[in-house]
């Protein structure tokens, strides 16, 4: 009965996994948002480091992990990798659940995986500052342990929402001595711009992702860094895939079904994408499931189309399933999924069919959170518990058809800094967040960006 | 430079080290407080389950640990060992610096150790209901987290102060299925009589063990758990350090010096006992410090005496250093670390110079949890923080001797659920809290217990 498969530092990938490289479909080029010509790497220079611009376009397949970036993962990498014994007994399935879990990291989920390749380049470069958004303040938190690391001074745009939930993951940032700003700020044009409009805003990952943007866009000794949707982003988080892969093997195992949560795709892509690997590589049929919140669902209901990654409209205009750039999600506590559209290579594989999506209900996903804890001990962030509520349908779908089939999933990240969220679902605050297709189709109506045919 | 030394499932320790076995002097026993006779193990019969009451007074060098425990402790256990390079470095200290985590349990530190054997024997004796106290939080959660696992009821009295600053220990208890009461609360006879008298007060461990004593003891199919302090605990604990001597084995090395902090002796001595039993059976010399918060002094300015393990005097008289039973300390935010008394062990291996101790002011603690954040990434708790600071004192020292020793020390839990007292020392609240020798004379004077030669 092994519960737990472990590796140890030397086991650490020294490889990142590029699916572009086995991608049947390349993704599109970027375009410029005034001339609708395709961009080339050199545009992104102001925003981002050259090594960082290079892993973003490459085609290569492998992409070698520097040994310095190697040596701090080795801080919580590897991450270990579970066979869930419990929740399979209270879910009474046939399904072998196994679930790799990503909370050890000193910020507590996977976001350090690209934080600290990303705060190392710019190091290398010669940056002094990084700027970033941040919704559940995961990433901020990863960004501020990764700067405090090399020495790189770091502003955090916090959405406004999660600033007021969350206010202990503001002090964690502090303690590894970044500043955090509430988003939108004043201290920004389009921040500024966006209060006088609405005063009362709860703020969104993509108006974050403007202020923070603005900042580097405008102070030459400053970058920016993304968490999540950019292709050296979901780069880096393979590392979660690649060790579950070995894991796996350790437990004599191989996944039917992988599972995780879905804001902008780098946790899903971390797992899946070695994953869809094996499909390529080896023939394998392995079923790879992103999961949303039924509040923001690009994926199963938005439309594959050129828009911009922010709300302000700086960034270039990208490929992908969007509820429009302008679309505010409802008030979940999921902050790091409220998310308008999905990244650029989890878009062209969902339009190739090669993966699949589910939306979850507000509601529903805490009830899989509380069910997860009381069998597992761990309690999940609440965007965890959207793919947790993904396992429990398939486990019931295994338990109708008899199938003992295997289920994969990606712990992200411990909900230490979520009991708030917690505390309103047994104070029975947590409320249906359905979106009509009416708010839908007037969002993208707003859209004035291609189509794709 | 491997940072990192891991063990897998089937390394779990098997057995318990109950280091009484080879004590030159063993514990004096526990007296009655009405006849002042030693009693015996029946009389301890209304709070605990027999199996447990065997262990307490257990002289066998080496208790079994149960298949279901070493299977519970497999969702976390064993827990990573780490080489600290960075906070070496950041120190420029010649001593080599290891740390064994336990924040990677469930509820975030090394409680669980012991309250899962505590639910499991419970529950193999058929009790329903398990009361107890918690100081910050961590007791409660662990055993909120074992009971939920066994299916056990579980009621927690929190010291009013630490459920106040931390609302969020309330709330991962509530995950778990537990019920919560700020203590001093009314609804035992102890907890009013005290709120009679003191209707302000910020309450103590020892109260707070007092109500959850009176519960149990005035209830049939109820038992009493206890986080720190008694015999059985801390033989629980020894796992931590029985893996840690694998570990450092791996690592190719063997600490010079042991450092954890101290509240009752729990996490102590679950490190440092299984490397006594090195210097008892091996010869070696590794010295063992406790390091105890200046505000409750008991190692280093208590008596050695007589006295009872809660407030309310409802407990046998112990023989242990001790402040006074009425002591409260001031308001700290190390929680755990609020305790009047040593446990029993703790102070005869003290009384016999066979482990040292030092105590800490509350800036200091604060400056090297901070330090120690920013070097190694993981954000300790404030009771942690007091093993953080003698480990740089002996790291200074090293340096003064120009000696490169080996330094062990256990980071017990993580910070994740005490943001608010990193804002605190942020907005410089944290305070010193030294006891003049008049008030730990005053306190001592109130006992009317025995006095020990």
Redesign the interface.
Known sequence: ????F?????DIPEKWYNIIADMPNKPLPPLHPGTLEPIGPEALAPLFPMELIKQEVSTEKWIEIPDEVR?LY???RPTPL?RAY?FERMLDTPAKIYYKYEG???S?SHKPNTAVPQAYYNKQEGIKKITTETGAGQWGSALS?AC??FGIECEVFMVKLSYEHK??RK??M????ATVHASPSTTTEIGKKILAEDPHTTGSLGIAISEAVERAATNDDTKYALGSVLNHVKLHQTVIGLEAIRQMEMAGDMPDVVIAPFGGGSNFSGLALPFLRLNFDEGRNIRCIASEPSSCPKLTRGQFRYDFGDTGGMTPLLPMYTLGHDFVPAPIHAGGLRYHGAGVIVSQLLRDKLIEARAHDNVEVFEAG?QF??A????PAPEATHGIATVIAEAERCKREGRSEVILFNLCG?G??D??A??DY?DGKIVRHEVTEAEIKASLARLQTPTIP
Chains 1, 2 share one sequence.
């Open positions: 009965m092994q519960r737990k472990m590796l140890s530092d030397q040596h080795s801080l919580w579970y419990n050890t990291s000193p507590g342990f405090n690391h206010p202990y002090v964690m502090n303690t590894w001595g509380v804890a009381r597992e001990g761990i309690i411990h230490n800094f009991m708030k917690y505390q047994f």
